[in-house]
């Protein structure tokens, strides 16, 4: 009984640290300071990885001081969590599973569009329009474009088309390339007498607080860096899912034994 108590408790032990990449997950997504202007499920994951941590808390209370009943629902909540874990990581793997980028012939960055995202994510930037103006608010006075412009690595345009340049920059801070526009700086381009028949070339302006942030490539380009951002919390997420899936059936396992030992030595 004991052995069976001290292996639950080491279990649930484990099972706190191993909810510690889930919280950490979710702070970044709620509080990281970047310019992507834009974060996906805010707070989900850190309050699912907060609820993981507290019942894994009390199964460590119930299995050291063999209180069957914090045991009990240290079992029953944590099944529970794990599976809403499981489920918002196929929830996250199926809406950013598609990709929005395409090369273009002669450039070392991608250009974006919308087509190529899932109807879940094109919806979080379509059919809201007034989330759209905040997010284009935001973009406006953030670094991401301004950067850009101060860099003086670009002297001509054959440099800039090698750079490698973000999905926001690509999307946001200049107009698409089938546009056909002739380059001047990162930021300032000149229209062609006969743009291609895009609506994003016409949206297109030099005044620098406005860029190409009404184009669709600039929906486009945000998508891409959430995805981005989805894509390195989900390594974290995955990880964490596994162990804790594990941890949960030895867990199981040292509680039936504790069951078990129990009810022979009361029989006895």
């Known amino acids: 009984m004991a052995v069976s108590n001290n292996i639950t408790a080491c279990v649930t032990l484990l099972t706190l640290i191993c909810a ?17 202007c834009a974060r996906l499920a805010r707070w989900p994951v850190a309050i699912l990885g907060g609820l993981l941590l507290l019942t894994a808390l009390a199964g460590f209370v119930g299995a050291y001081w063999n209180r069957r009943s914090l045991l009990a629902f240290y079992l029953f909540s944590m099944a529970a969590l794990v599976v809403l874990l499981i489920a918002l990581l196929v929830f996250a793997f199926a809406v950013t599973r598609g990709s929005g980028a395409y090369p273009v012939l002669g450039r070392a960055y991608d250009d974006y569009r919308l087509d190529g995202f899932s109807m879940w994510l094109r919806g979080y930037v379509s059919d809201d329009p007034g989330r759209w103006e905040k997010i284009k608010g ?38 698409p390339s089938v546009c056909g526009f002739s380059y001047v700086s990162p930021t300032v381009w000149t229209a062609p007498a006969r743009p291609a028949a895009d609506p994003d070339c016409g949206l297109w302006s030099n005044d ?5 942030y009404e184009c669709e490539s600039c929906k486009a380009g945000l998508l891409e860096a959430l995805r981005d951002q989805w894509h390195k919390a989900n390594i974290a997420l995955v990880v964490a899912t596994v ?11 040292a509680y039936k034994n ?11």
Request: proline share 4%; glycine share 8%; with cysteine.
């Open 20 to 36: 510690v990449p889930v919280i950490a997950s979710g702070i970044w997504f709620a509080s990281a300071q970047g310019d992507e």
């Open 138 to 175: 935001c973009l406006a006075v953030s670094n991401t474009c301004k950067k850009l412009a101060r860099q003086g690595s670009f002297v001509n345009a054959e440099q800039f088309y090698q750079s490698h340049l973000s999905p926001l920059q690509s999307g946001c801070c200049k107009p």
């Open 208 to 212: 620098q607080g406005q860029l190409c």
């Open 243 to 253: 162990c804790l899936v594990i941890l949960y059936l030895i867990g199981c396992s």
């Open 258 to 268: 504790a069951q078990a030992a129990a009810f022979f030595r009361h029989y006895k």
